[in-house]
């Protein structure tokens, strides 16, 4: 995709729990919460990663951000492995990454103005203070959508939408490089949800930052981004452009996640669905690739030969041993209009 | 209303007005609404957070919580029975009965400390004179026709050792032990994935269309409404803007918050959309019930708006042959499409 060096390259992420058990809080199992996981990003891009609840979306997000300690693997920032720096070490990339969380009610302090919220990461980094910072603050609130002298206003008495332009205009106080949005949309409105994705798409027009976009909404994740990743049980399994992704996806697993979204149309209406059964844990991932259990493809060595990334087209990457290890061509009778 | 049709009407929901009063003064939370619903048919209700959607389903029941809230104009007829009218003991033994309920959340509605099977015991034998023998036995034959795999085993479990799907489906085997006429479903699949909610809808569709259930379907997401219902009905701000079978909804929507809604949806995936574009908002948000704009409540983030609109609130007239829509320039917008 991007010729020149990426902004954000992360390469075998692996993030595992130790759970304990029995009175001597021995460890009995491990959660495969990531493993081994890469992807790039590019300046000004958007990759998108959606996946089920438990498929480790959020954790390769707080992981990137070093908001939780990776196990290993490699997370470069503008070719800086960022991975094994100390606290301190880190603390000037710090400013370069931002996240914006999915509950606009948790993430903000209710005893803080909404103008202190946004202005404390000025003082943090020693960046601005004062009548400087009361300014760059106003100039914030402009660029989100909100009116300055909202500023001396608290998180609960402002909506739900206009709560999560306060935690954008945070993001931003810095000026970052990247921005993780973590299901940024997903506790709001319908209405709501349109005002916020056009506004984060605005700004990244302007000011041309990279987002690491989290949704477990597929249309919300085809409307801003520009890749998208596809995560099954701490894996990635397919990664493409937007359109070729959803033109044309590969993996068995993507095919049923696409198929699963209700169309608002009533005349494409769905009899079955196309997937049975739960995700199994992430305790103990079945062997092989993952999604073999529910795969209705799936072969002898899909059960025992864990599948790697590998190319299938331009700009996309399919783990999955069908057809060589191309995937499984769409059958388009599963998406089209009946 | 044609007899045969009033033969299969399972419940008719005549001007209900549900008020809540608060420190900020009284709000009408649902406001005069009417509806009805046949014998397995589906009903969705759509709307956004604080439309009144959710209150209009705890007032069919009665569970809407007094004080604040009280049910002060309208009739719930419930099979021929104006539910409003019952005393406390009558209506226990219609919930649960005859009319069923499945919320959002399935492990805030089950018991924690109390094994899948005994709660649907429980449900059975308040309303049927079964033996406890007989009654675990349904329990099983519930969780078996819900397509929970060794639903032997599954009734001695606890919820935390459920998934969450299989939770609404313990969910959806207690509501139906009964045979309710009405089963309501409050946003039934918010809280599961996207591939379980494909599987959680398909099983309701099927079971109320084999139990021949009515089905009131209470969500945001038009999506779900597309693929499961027959008809709609739109509510803003308490009131219901707009009803219409699903096809003709869906075809020309003919209120603008309907319309906005629709608009403000990102393109769905897959049928080759590319748009890269902004996606259509509706501007401002929905206004407090204690602060109603005189007039038509959409009518402060409505383009169509005209000086009519902010005085006088529409009437809800049959725009169309079973569409109807309470907006002033309706009319216009069916002819020009």
Known sequence: MTEHRPLLEVTDLVKHYAVRGGVLRRQVGTVHAVDGVSFSLGAGETLGLVGESGCGKSTVARTVLRLVEPTSGAIKLDGEDIAPLSKTALRPYRRSMQIVFQDPFASLNPRMTAGDIVGEPLSVHGIATGAKKQERVAELFQQVGLRPDQMKNFPHQFSGGQRQRICIARALSLGPRLIVCDEPVSALDVSIQAQVINLLIDLQRKQNFSYLFIAHDLAVVAHISHRVAVMYLGRIVEIADKHELFANPRHPYTQALLASVPIADPKARRIAPLIDGDVPSPINPPPGCAFHTRCRYAMDRCKTERPALQAAGTAHQVACWLNDGTGQAASYSTFVPA | ?337
């Open chain 2, 1 to 337: 209303m044609s007899e045969a049709k009033t033969a299969e009407t399972v419940l008719d929901v005549r001007n209900l007005q549900t008020v809540f009063f608060t420190n900020s003064g009284l709000f009408r939370a649902v406001d005069d609404v009417s509806f009805s619903v046949r014998r397995g048919e589906t009903l969705a209700i759509v709307g956004e957070s604080g439309c009144g959607k959710s209150v209009s389903a705890l007032s069919i029941v009665r569970l809407v919580p007094d004080p604040p809230g009280r049910i002060v104009g309208g009739s719930v007829t419930l099979e021929g029975t104006d539910l409003l009218k019952l005393d406390d003991a009558a209506m226990r033994a219609v919930r649960g009965n005859r009319i069923s309920m499945i919320f959002q959340e399935p492990m805030t509605s089950l018991n924690p400390v109390m094994r899948i099977g005994d709660q649907i015991v429980e449900a059975v034998r308040l309303h049927q004179k079964v033996s406890s023998k007989e009654a675990w036995k349904q329990a099983v034959d519930m969780l078996r026709l819900v397509r929970i795999p060794e639903p032997e085993r599954r009734a001695q479990e606890y919820p935390h050792q459920l998934s969450g799907g299989m939770r609404q489906r313990a969910m959806i085997a207690m509501a139906l032990a009964c045979r309710p006429a009405l089963l309501i479903a409050d946003e039934p699949t918010t809280a599961l994935d996207v591939t379980i909610q494909a599987q959680i809808l398909a099983l309701i569709v099927d079971l109320q269309q084999r139990l021949g259930t009515g089905l009131i379907l209470i969500t945001h997401d038009l999506g779900v409404v597309a693929q499961t219902a027959q008809r709609v009905i739109v509510m803003y701000a308490g009131k219901k803007v707009e009803e219409a079978t699903v096809e003709s909804l869906f075809e020309t929507p003919l209120h603008p918050y309907t319309r906005g809604l629709m608009a403000s949806m990102p393109a769905v995936i897959a049928l080759g959309a590319k748009s890269d574009a902004r996606l259509a908002e509706i501007p401002g948000m929905v206004p407090s019930l204690t602060n109603l704009p005189p007039g038509c409540a959409f009518a402060p983030r409505c383009k169509l708006a005209v000086d009519r609109c902010r005085q006088e609130y529409p009437p809800l007239d049959e725009v169309k042959p079973n569409h109807w829509a309470a907006c002033w320039r309706a009319g216009e917008m069916a002819e020009a499409s």
